[in-house]
């Protein structure tokens, strides 16, 4: 029987992650400060991140070691397994392969820990006590709270209030893991108060949990700030997915000919996709296709602008130079949380500029339709922001169907949807509606784009 | 780095059930015909199950035959992984060796598909096109819901009522793999409508689910019922566990000392330990302790009566030889819905009678706080029902640091938690309370056990 499952051994774990600036064919456009309009250095960034994450930020080293002390802790749960999507091959009738590396089996869910872990772990080195973070749906607080555990330090995660009292199970999780977690905007920071002095009932966005996360961490003693994508070490950390699956394609008998994966800060898809995008930088494969999937209603890579932007909405951040909705722009309530972002990672961007990777937006009630589909065949329900790169895994498989290629797909699966049931019920109801593209909103966020985007 | 993950390769996944019943010193004793008093035989079960089923309950044969079809499911996400608990060792400052055999990867969370998968298939083959089942917190229910779907059976879960509401996320999970589920007791059956209407309000019991379930069974076309644990085929096709565990610890280097698991119906436990049980039979590892863990508000194997009762609350079933603490029981509501059950499967009880397996009972708020230290060492955060296991392993690791032995504990982990962090918050927050063993009224449900008992 053909094997489904393609196991690799601790053994044969990556020790190293893959830092994608040794190999890209023009540097990376430098992060400025938000005042000074110059490209920040590291004394700008120290006061909310420790000095070897800095280090990794800027970092030409081709390959990075993993510290022990975080492989021990990825080994809870890693290498993940890749699969072999043989019932969706089938219902598909399709003679493309799909394969899928899947990261729901993490004790938090999803990619993730992936960077919590490391993130964790150099600021305990460093000896940090405490760490604040922001929230939006909950997997990467509840993925930070596993890893702070493990190191014994404090986390405070200010989590969307929307969020907060919609998924009440994400924040018992966090707190399962000894996390403190309060509504955002919240009563303990300036930046909170301010907000619920104006709007008292203020349903809080990610921006402002990140500025309540950040003024925390700037203003407490002994405390660092974590973010959990867009940020190049974020990116690299997450490599560890990419590696893996470039071994077990092999073992396979595969090298893919479409990688695919959704992207809200980008973090997931650039860990799978930055160790096999060197291949096509170096002309070994020269034909890859990696495709971007985003939200219709945020197609960020899609309709926005390439420009220096802040990351939050506050404007409290060095300012990335990315493809941006404008940093004011509020997305619409799609289930996929973890894709309703302004931006996305500037090394995704600057491929995508260099025209190595390709994007596409999906529309909401078709994503869902995917992850049903995926539900009813390889059995596991998908998280909403895996749904969009189900979606386009299909949409590519169908097309070889029509054209008899037998292409070989690689799709980054992201996360298990278990906290997610009320959107596969409002799917199924019919209830679940699409959003259509907020042009006018769009508009008016990049009118407010920080001056240096036209120097 | 030491391995703490022992992956088995698909092409060694075994391929045969173990079934005990070859190993048995003495034989199980029959299942009685709830009239006559008589063993039953195969023409009395053919209403509700297919009879490759029927012979598998009384089957003989050492080994037999995983189908192609069900192995070929089985390698979504088979073989589950074996880990080795370092961190738990670490915290617990014990010599002792733990091991965990983890099923919470599994589509619906839980070792409930071995099971669920193979019952489907046989049901499929035979011509049966529609299923019946009942279930209570619903791990039970979606298993079958993601088994039905994949052979393309229609299926009706008849859902306790109360959890119906409280944990509306598994029964979308149900619906998502295309499944109906009601709340029971429904207006749909005969059983249900009598029921409400005498009490519209009632909140249901697994007894009551269980009726409406075998009369929609029996009475509607092409339709079976399906039971999820207690029978012996269900802990045959469960074995699955047991055997790819046996070469886990192999890879790893060790034979388990002592064996623990949880037991409701038992299913998930026997699956374990009978494949090393027999080792204990032939004498080759006479010392092998197995230890099944209950609740202390339902403790059937530890305060039981050993003897012939209905397997439910109505009295429809054949009876079954085994420690039960009367159909008529109905347990305290502890958050582990899966071990809130009078009997016990039949060759369980019969192991320990022949005092080849012990049982423990351990009060709730206790095996919660075994769940968190496990989540805040291990990381994953389990089940209620594997709690009382984890509790057990926490207690003979630490036996183990007194006496300074270094023996190797085999944990049976049945699932994650995701769907009962809802009983995590209550724990955290100090609300959760413990439940007295209901003496009375297991001596008022003993008094009404059917007459064979005494024959």
Not at 13 to 30: R, S, V
Not at 105 to 128: F, M
Not at 263 to 292: A, C, E, H, T
Not at 355 to 362: D, K
Request: some cysteine.
């Amino acid at each position: 029987m053909d094997r489904s499952i393609f196991f690799l051994d601790q053994d044969k774990m990556p020790t190293h992650w893959y830092n994608i600036q040794a190999d890209l064919p023009e540097p990376l456009p430098p992060p400025l400060h938000p005042g000074t309009k110059q490209p920040v250095g590291p004394a700008d960034l120290a006061p909310l991140f420790p000095m070897e994450i800095i280090k990794q930020e800027v970092s030409q080293e081709r390959y990075i070691e993993i510290p022990d002390e975080v492989q021990a802790i990825y080994r809870t749960w890693r290498p993940t397994a890749l699969h072999r999507a043989y019932r969706l091959e089938k219902a598909l009738d399709t003679p493309a392969k799909i394969f899928y590396k899947f990261e729901g089996t993490s004790p938090p869910g999803s990619h993730k820990p992936n960077t919590a872990v490391a993130q964790a772990y150099y600021n305990k080195k460093e000896g940090v006590k405490r760490l604040t973070t922001e929230t939006g749906a909950g997997q990467w607080g509840s993925s930070l709270a596993f890893a702070c555990n493990l190191f014994g330090l404090e986390l405070k995660v200010y989590m969307v209030k929307v969020s907060y009292n919609q998924k009440p199970y994400r924040r018992m999780m966090m707190e399962t893991w000894g996390a403190k977690c309060v509504p955002s905007p919240s009563p303990d920071t300036k930046a909170g108060r301010d907000v619920l002095a104006e709007d008292p009932d203020c349903p809080g966005s990610l921006g402002i949990a990140i500025s309540e996360a950040i003024e925390d961490a700037a203003t407490s003693k002994d405390t660092h700030y974590s973010l959990g994508s867009v940020l190049n070490h974020v990116l690299l950390h997450q490599t560890i997915i990419g590696q893996e699956s470039m071994l077990q394609m092999e073992m396979a008998g595969y090298y893919p000919d479409i990688i695919i994966g959704c992207v809200g800060g980008g973090s997931n898809f650039g860990g799978m996709f930055l160790p096999f995008i060197k291949d096509k930088i170096s002309g070994k494969k020269r034909d890859l296709r990696i495709i971007n999937v985003e939200p219709t209603s945020c197609p960020t890579l899609t309709k926005g602008l390439y420009a220096y932007d802040f990351g939050d909405a506050a404007g409290m951040t060095p300012l990335l130079k990315m493809f941006t909705l404008g940093h004011g722009f509020m997305p619409p309530p799609v289930h996929a949380g973890g894709l309703r972002y302004h931006g996305m990672a500037p090394i995704i961007c600057h491929l995508h500029k260099l025209g190595l990777v390709e994007a596409q937006a999906v529309p909401q009630v078709a994503t869902f339709a995917a992850g049903v589909q995926f539900a009813r065949t390889e059995g596991y329900i998908s998280a909403p922001e895996t749904n969009h790169a189900i979606r386009v895994t299909i949409d590519e498989a169908l097309k070889c169907k029509e054209t008899g290629q037998s292409k070989v797909i690689l799709l980054a699966h992201s996360g298990h949807g278990h906290f997610d049931m009320a959107a596969y019920e409002s799917y199924l109801t019919g209830k679940l509606t699409d959003y259509a593209y907020p042009e006018e909103k769009v508009k008016e966020a990049l009118a407010s784009l920080p001056e240096v985007t036209t120097a």
